[in-house]
C-alpha cells in the first residue's frame, strides 16, 4: 500500500518529494522518509508519524539539496512504524523505497546475506542489500539479478551514488508511473505527479526502468530494451482543496449528488444506455470487490436479480483469488474498486482473466490497473476522493451498477419495458434525491452525541437495507472507533441477540422493500431486551425509539442511495465528537495494494 515519489530534475528535488508524499498520505501514514542523492552522496531522513514530522526534520537539515530524489510513506507491514523501519533503506552505495511485500525475504537472507548488518525489521531491506551484494560496476545488472530472485509484489526506486544521475525503477504486481514532461517524475499514483508531468509511463510487470531528467529507457528482468508508448493524462487531477469543510470526508459527502449526476450523464443520453460493453446474456454474473466496494457490488446482486433473474454471486476479492472460482467464459466478472488498484481485487481480476471469463471493471481512476487490464470498463465520475473512508465513490458506484443492470436488461430483454422506463427517469432523478437526503445533517448531529460513548453498535436490515447496514456499520467502525457489527435482521437472533444489553444501540434500516412488518418484528426482538433503536425509514410507521427520515429515493429499488446518507453522517459526526482523526483513520490506508 505505501505510496513511492522520485523527482529528477533541475530544480531542489526536496519539495517536490514532499509535496508527492502528501498526495500519497492517503496510502498511507504511519511513517516517511526521502533521499536525494548531492555531490554523488546520498543523503536520507526518515521518520516515523505523518509527513509533517518528516517536514519539520528536514528543516534542521541543510545538506539535501539534489535535483534527485526519492520519497515513501508507508503503511506497516513487517515491523512497526519506526524510524528505522521507515522507508528508504540503505546498503553500501545504493538507496531505495519500496512499495508491496517480499514473500521470500527469510529465505533470501538466509540463504545470501547471513552476514549483512540489518538495521530494520522491513521486508525491504532484504533487497536493498542483495542489490549491493551483486553489484560490481553495474547497477542495472545488479537490480535484474536481484529481482529475478524476489517472490512476492513490488514497485521500487532505487537510487545509486556511481550513478547519481539515474532512478531505477521496477515493478512487478505494485503499481508505478513515470511522468515525463520538463523533468521526470515517479509516483505510485497519478494524483502525485500530474501537476508537473505532460504525458506518463505506465510500468507493466516485470519491467526496470532507467530514469534519467530527459531520457527513460526501459528493460524487462533479462535487460532487453522495451520500446514503451507513453500515454496522455486524460483527467485533470487537480489537487482538492477542503475549502469551506473541516474534513475531506464531509467534504465528499456533500459531493454525492454531483458525483452521481456525472456517472449517470456519462452513460445516459435522452433515453438510452449506452454502455461499452458487448456481453451476452450470461449463465451467471460475479462480483468482486473489497471493503465498500463489495458492499456496492451486494447491492448490485439484488438490483441485477430482480432485473436479469441471473444468479449473481458478490464475492470478496480476497478469497475469490484463492477459492478456485467457476469462473469461465459464459460468466462475466465484475471487479469494482474505486482506486483501480486494490491488490486482491487486480490479482482476482486477472483470475477471471486466466478462467477466460469476460471482465468488467467499474473503476473510479481511468489510468489504475484495474481499469488498463479489465476488457471493457464503466468509469464512476466521483472525481478524486481523499478521505479514507470512501463515500462519493460509493455512491456512484452503485448508480453504475444500476444503469449496468438496466443496460443488460433491455439488451437480454429481461424484464418490462415500463419497469425500465420507471428505472431510467428514476436514475435521471437519483442526484435530486442524494441531494434531499443530505437535509438531515442536523437531525443526525444530535443523534450523534447519544453515540459518542458508545461502544458497541448493531446495524440490522433486510434485502437492500441489509446492503445498507454492511456499509453504515463498516463507515462507523473505520472512523469512530466504535465495535460495530451488521446483521440480516433475520439472522441477529442466531447468536448475536446474546450481545443486547439494556441501551446497546441497534441502527435498523427499513428499506422500502415489502419487508417492513418482518423487519418490525425484528426491532420487537430487540427492544424486548432493552436495546435502543434507531431507525432509518423512508415514511412507513416504526416501532423505534428514533425515527432518521430519509428523503424518498427515486424508485423504491434505488432506497440504498439515499438511506446511507444519514448514516455516513452519522459516522462522521460520531467520530467528530470523538476526537478521531476522520480523513486518515489509525491502522488504515485508501489503496491497499498488499494482499
Ligand atoms: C480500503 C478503503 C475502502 C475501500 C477499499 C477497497 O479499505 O479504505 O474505502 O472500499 O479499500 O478499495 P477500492 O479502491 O478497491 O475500492
Redesign the pocket.
Known amino acids: 500500500m505505501c505510496g513511492i515519489i522520485g523527482y529528477n530534475g533541475v530544480s531542489s528535488a526536496v519539495p517536490f518529494l514532499i509535496d508527492g508524499l502528501k498526495r500519497l498520505e492517503y496510502r498511507g501514514y504511519d511513517s516517511a522518509g526521502i533521499a536525494v542523492i548531492s555531490n554523488r552522496n546520498i543523503r536520507q531522513e526518515k521518520k516515523k508519524g505523518r509527513i509533517a514530522v518528516l517536514s519539520s526534520a528536514l528543516k534542521k537539515r541543510d545538506d539535501m539539496c539534489g535535483t534527485i530524489g526519492i520519497g515513501h510513506t508507508r503503511w506497516a507491514t513487517h515491523g512497526s512504524p519506526t524510524d528505522e523501519n521507515a522507508h528508504p533503506h540503505k546498503s553500501g552505495k545504493f538507496t531505495l523505497v519500496h512499495n508491496g511485500i517480499i514473500e521470500n525475504h527469510k529465505e533470501l537472507k538466509e540463504k545470501y546475506l547471513k552476514l549483512c548488518d540489518f538495521k530494520s525489521e522491513t521486508d525491504t531491506e532484504t533487497a536493498v542489500h542483495l542489490i549491493n551484494r551483486h553489484y560490481s560496476g553495474n547497477c542495472i545488472e545488479a537490480i535484474a539479478q536481484t529481482v529475478k530472485l524476489l517472490e512476492g509484489s513490488f514497485a521500487m526506486a532505487i537510487l545509486c551514488e556511481d550513478e547519481p544521475e539515474t532512478i531505477f525503477c521496477v515493478r512487478k504486481a505494485s503499481p508505478l508511473l513515470i511522468g515525463t514532461g520538463e523533468e521526470a517524475s515517479i509516483a505510485s499514483d497519478i494524483s502525485a505527479i500530474s501537476s508537473k508531468a505532460d504525458t506518463l509511463y505506465r510500468m507493466a510487470d516485470g519491467e526496470i526502468a532507467a530514469v534519467k531528467k530527459d531520457c527513460i529507457e526501459f528493460y524487462d528482468f533479462n535487460l532487453n530494451k522495451i520500446d514503451k508508448e507513453r500515454s496522455e493524462f486524460s483527467v485533470g487531477y487537480a489537487h482538492t482543496e477542503k475549502g469551506e469543510f473541516d474534513h475531506y470526508m464531509l467534504k465528499e459527502i456533500y459531493e454525492q449528488p454531483e458525483a452521481v449526476k456525472r456517472t449517470v450523464d456519462s452513460y445516459l443520453q435522452n433515453d438510452t444506455l449506452n454502455m461499452p460493453i458487448k456481453t451476452d446474456k450470461p449463465e451467471r454474473i460475479y462480483i468482486v470487490?473489497?471493503?465498500?466496494?463489495y458492499h456496492a457490488g451486494l447491492a448490485g446482486k439484488l438490483f441485477f436479480e430482480q432485473l436479469l433473474s441471473i444468479p449473481v454471486s458478490v464475492e470478496i476479492a480476497s478469497e475469490f483469488r484463492y477459492c478456485s472460482p467457476l469462473a469461465n467464459k459464459k460468466t462475466p466478472v465484475i471487479i469494482?474498486?474505486?482506486?483501480?488498484?486494490?491488490a486482491d481485487?487486480l490479482a482476482a481480476l486477472r483470475e477471471a482473466k486466466k478462467k477466460g471469463a469476460p471482465t468488467i471493471g467499474i473503476v473510479n481512476v481511468p489510468e489504475s490497473s484495474i481499469a488498463t487490464e479489465s476488457d471493457s470498463v464503466i468509469y464512476t465520475k466521483a472525481g478524486t476522493e481523499i478521505a479514507?473512508?470512501?463515500t462519493k465513490?460509493?455512491s456512484a458506484q452503485l448508480s453504475a451498477l444500476y444503469m449496468l443492470a438496466i443496460f443488460f436488461a433491455e439488451k437480454w430483454q429481461t424484464a418490462e419495458k415500463k419497469q425500465l422506463s420507471d428505472l431510467t427517469e428514476g436514475l435521471r432523478k437519483l442526484h435530486i434525491c442524494i441531494k434531499n437526503a443530505l437535509g438531515c445533517e442536523e437531525q443526525i448531529k444530535e443523534i450523534a452525541a447519544r453515540f459518542a460513548d458508545t461502544e458497541h453498535a448493531y446495524f440490522i436490515g433486510r434485502g437492500s437495507g441489509y446492503a445498507v447496514a454492511a456499509e453504515a456499520s463498516l463507515k462507523l467502525k473505520?472512523i469512530s472507533y466504535i465495535h460495530s457489527e451488521a446483521y440480516a435482521a433475520g439472522e441477529m437472533k442466531h447468536g448475536t441477540i446474546s450481545l443486547i444489553e439494556p441501551g446497546t444501540k441497534v441502527i435498523a434500516i427499513c428499506a422500502p422493500n415489502g419487508l417492513n412488518a418482518k423487519m418490525q418484528s425484528n426491532i420487537d426482538e430487540v427492544k424486548a431486551r432493552g436495546a435502543e433503536i434507531f431507525a432509518v425509514t423512508c415514511t412507513h410507521e416504526t416501532k423505534a425509539d428514533t425515527c432518521i427520515i430519509t428523503a424518498e429515493a427515486p424508485h423504491p429499488m434505488m432506497s440504498i442511495s439515499t438511506q446511507i446518507i444519514p448514516l455516513q453522517l452519522l459516522s462522521y459526526h460520531v467520530a467528530r465528537l470523538r476526537g478521531c482523526d476522520i480523513d486518515k483513520p489509525r491502522n488504515?490506508?485508501?489503496?491497499?495494494t498488499v494482499e
Do not use: D
Open positions: 470487490a473489497c471493503g465498500s466496494a469494482i474498486s474505486q482506486s483501480g488498484e486494490t481485487s479514507v473512508a470512501t465513490a460509493y473505520e488504515l490506508a485508501k489503496s491497499v
